[in-house]
């Protein structure tokens, strides 16, 4: 089974700084994309910013400038720098991946339980 886990959220002053990260485990053959998205309360899920295997990047217009999307293929890990932080940006946060579980079978998405971000003075 694969398991996502993600720690690093915590409560930070506007204009502040975090880094989240999430670290996948099990038995797995490969990981193609992984992400970040986040929910605020009575809200829907939002893309954050994802990263493929071979390092592209794609970044909400929301975050772009202002948090970096970064990962560890050796490791498999992802990992979310954000700076500048807004009350905007307060939410559970959540890792996402696509995970090769067997040699040539399709990816399957997996999520992590998720960490709360809470940018307040």
């Known amino acids: 089974q694969v398991q996502l886990v993600e720690s690093g959220g915590g409560l930070v002053q506007p204009g502040g700084s975090l880094r989240l990260s999430c670290a996948a485990s099990?038995?797995?053959?490969?990981?193609?994309?992984m992400g970040w998205y986040r929910q605020a309360a009575g809200k829907q899920r939002e893309l954050v910013a994802t990263i493929t295997s071979g390092g592209s990047t794609n970044y909400a217009d929301s975050v772009k400038g202002r948090f970096t999307i970064s990962r560890d293929n050796a490791k498999n890990t992802v990992s979310l720098q954000m700076n500048s932080l807004k009350p905007e940006d307060t939410a559970v946060y959540l890792c996402?991946?696509?995970?090769?579980?067997?040699?040539?079978?399709?990816?399957?998405?997996?999520w992590g339980q998720g960490t709360q971000v809470t940018v307040s003075s």
């Open positions: 996402n991946a696509d995970v090769v579980v067997f040699r040539y079978w399709f990816p399957s998405e997996y």
């Open positions: 099990g038995s797995f053959f490969s990981i193609n994309a």
